[in-house]
């Protein structure tokens, strides 16, 4: 994936070093945002530096990854979008450990703006063609984010999740896998299959949405937030994907253009009950201090996919 042109003086900075600039500017930077979740150039200088952790970039040396003075640049940016995502959601109380599942659901009970019934009924071509285009930046890289947290669990929440990854990376078949999926649906659509081939037109908020997975998953001490934003994404997504798997067909998708989405109605159905009891319940009873931590994850992830789903229902009835 080739480095994206800047969009500001942040990510000018984290770019510049990667394609061969005096690292020193990065000891200076100043990193400063009215509205961290949605600035353009706080958000993709951070997923310029968390895509080091994935695949890379061309022509970047790898040893980028583990770079001090890249890493304490990227530290000041994380600690300015986490602060204000702690500041939006607010404080957490402790719950009991028991309680953890039946508060998820709570959460999740906030179905936000109707972007899946707009994508089912009145969507036109372009549209969808768009939001598959934004959805490309996470989804060619499906559960890769979530992946980072199997060695930090052990007993049955490590198990509750390496099955959902199983499912997630196709039970072994590389074509059943559901980045592979949703690149059948991108070709459908005539867009560019090469991974990342959206991040340089990717909106702020489909770059935090990714951002938000990268920022848990890379830090142990967020593990916590890490599987109940996943608890969060698959409590949520089988009927959105009925939608857009109708909302697919209704505009002459293919069986294999709506495959990802159909794939997704009956896998996340069985997903919402392991995520919610065997994944977090059981971490919460195992790692009760860490409880808040996950009702936290679940909670930022219903924020900025609201956040999301409202910005493109914005573009699309203009």
Not at 53 to 66: A, F, K, L, M, N
Not at 101 to 124: C, F, H, M, N, W
Request: proline share 6%; aromatic share 8%; hydrophobic share 45%.
């Amino acid at each position: 994936m080739e480095l994206p042109a800047p969009r500001g003086p942040v990510s000018a900075a984290v770019i510049g070093v990667l394609s061969g600039r005096d690292p020193a500017i990065l000891a200076g930077l100043v990193v400063a945002a009215g509205d961290p979740v949605r600035d353009d150039d706080l958000q993709l200088a951070l997923f310029v530096c968390y895509e080091l952790h994935y695949r890379g970039w061309d022509g970047v040396d790898d040893r980028w990854e583990w770079n001090p003075g890249l890493l304490a640049a990227r530290g000041r940016i994380e600690a300015v979008f986490e602060a204000a995502l702690r500041s939006t959601v607010g404080e957490i109380k402790t719950p009991d450990p028991r309680d953890v599942p039946k508060l998820l659901t709570e959460i999740v009970q906030d179905e936000g703006p109707p972007l899946s019934a707009y994508l089912s009924s009145r969507a036109d071509l372009g549209q969808f063609r768009e939001f598959v285009a934004q959805r490309s930046v996470y989804h060619l890289r499906e559960a890769d984010p979530h992946t980072f947290a199997i060695p930090r669990l052990a007993g049955r929440p490590k198990a509750a999740l390496v099955e959902i990854q199983q499912d997630e990376y196709g039970n072994g078949d590389p074509e059943r896998m559901h980045q592979e999926l949703f690149r059948a649906t991108m070709r459908w659509f005539g867009l560019d299959l090469t991974y990342g081939a959206f991040v340089g037109t990717a909106s702020a908020l489909t770059l935090a949405i990714n951002n938000l997975m990268s920022l848990f998953g890379l830090h142990r001490r967020l593990r916590g937030a890490l599987i109940g934003q996943l608890a969060a994404f698959e409590m949520t997504s089988s009927l959105p994907n009925r939608a857009y798997g109708n909302g697919l067909r209704r505009l002459g998708g293919t069986p294999d253009a709506t495959l990802f989405y159909d794939e997704h109605v009956i896998a996340d159905a069985v997903h919402e009950q392991i995520a919610a009891h065997d994944l977090c319940g059981s971490f919460a009873a195992a790692e009760p201090e860490a409880a808040a931590e996950i009702l936290f994850g679940a909670r930022c992830a219903m924020l900025l996919d609201a956040y999301w789903a409202e910005e493109m229902l914005g573009r699309f009835q203009v």
